[in-house]
């Protein structure tokens, strides 16, 4: 709606837009290295923390996207609020379809997982299970039977398992984990995303809005993105809310540039609960 106005070919503050979009900032960039190390090293398990909206499902997204076909099949669980014999059939049946024919029965379901782990082995190929909101597992009790299934068909894998688990969720989930101390044992990697520095979130917006084709000092004057900054406190998710409620509200007031009291304006509405 705003595209033309600000001289745009595109939307720059789309929550899940990666590719050419997604900002290489260090937290992310180290944490991506440091996945891709336990798994292309065949490591059982990994814990990627950090808090809501900070962009851990797009960096699980892009490191779909960056491993390649020997890591395979790649499943994302994001809905991990499940029984223990629920979450173990729907693992099994997002890895392997023709488990849906199956008896509903933990024993068969966990037979089938090991030979579909057989067979992935047999083609030199690793799983990998992301499991986003981690954070909500131990409520359900699922930390331990997800640790027991790492030692499913361990011996004939030429790592440590012969699939790695992700844990992605908010930082509650590092002491969930540590309470579990075979698991806490498990994970080759711990990475932790942080904040945006104020530099950083200059770089983000700058690099959001050159990715859509326009001139972030066109758009944004340098006390809006500061001011941005701090309402926001560095996480993306937030910045690209108020980045895009400011572009539309300054193309709605026909604005030359978007300026402090513009975002000031837009937080508090956002601040305010609706009435009715």
């Known amino acids: 709606m705003y595209e033309e106005y600000w001289h745009l070919q595109a939307r720059p503050f789309e929550n899940r837009q990666s590719g050419e979009f997604y900002y290489p900032s260090e937290t992310h960039q180290a944490a991506m290295l440091k996945l891709r190390y336990a798994i292309e090293n065949r490591r059982a398990a990994a814990l990627l923390c950090g808090p809501s909206g900070i962009g851990k499902s797009l960096l699980a997204e892009l490191l779909t996207k960056q ?164 309402l926001a406190q560095g996480i993306p998710r937030r910045i690209n809310r108020l980045c895009d409620l400011a572009l539309m509200v300054g193309f709605a007031e026909e604005r030359p540039i978007v300026s402090a009291p513009v975002i000031d304006s837009i937080h508090s509405d956002l601040a305010t609960p609706a009435v009715g």
Not at 143 to 166: D, I
Request: proline residues 4%; negative net charge.
């Open 67 to 230: 491993l390649d076909e020997t890591y395979r099949p790649i499943q994302h669980l994001v809905f991990p609020a499940l029984e223990s014999p629920q979450l173990l059939r729907y693992l099994v049946r997002q890895l392997d379809a023709s488990a849906a024919d199956d008896p509903l029965e933990t024993s068969a379901d966990l037979l089938r997982f090991e030979r579909f782990l057989q067979s992935n082995l047999e083609s030199q190929r690793h799983a990998v299970v992301i499991v986003d909101e981690a954070q909500l597992l131990e409520q359900n009790g699922l930390l331990e039977p997800l640790r027991l299934l790492l030692n499913v068909a361990a011996t004939q894998s030429p790592g440590e398992s012969a699939w790695t688990l992700v844990l992605a969720g908010q930082p509650t989930l590092l002491s969930h984990v540590e309470r579990y101390h075979s698991l806490d044992e498990r994970l080759a990697v711990k990475c932790m995303l942080n904040r945006l520095l104020s530099e950083e979130t200059s770089s983000y917006i700058q690099h959001r809005i050159r990715a859509a084709g326009g001139r972030t000092e066109a758009i944004f004057d340098d006390e809006s993105i500061e001011r941005i900054h701090q």
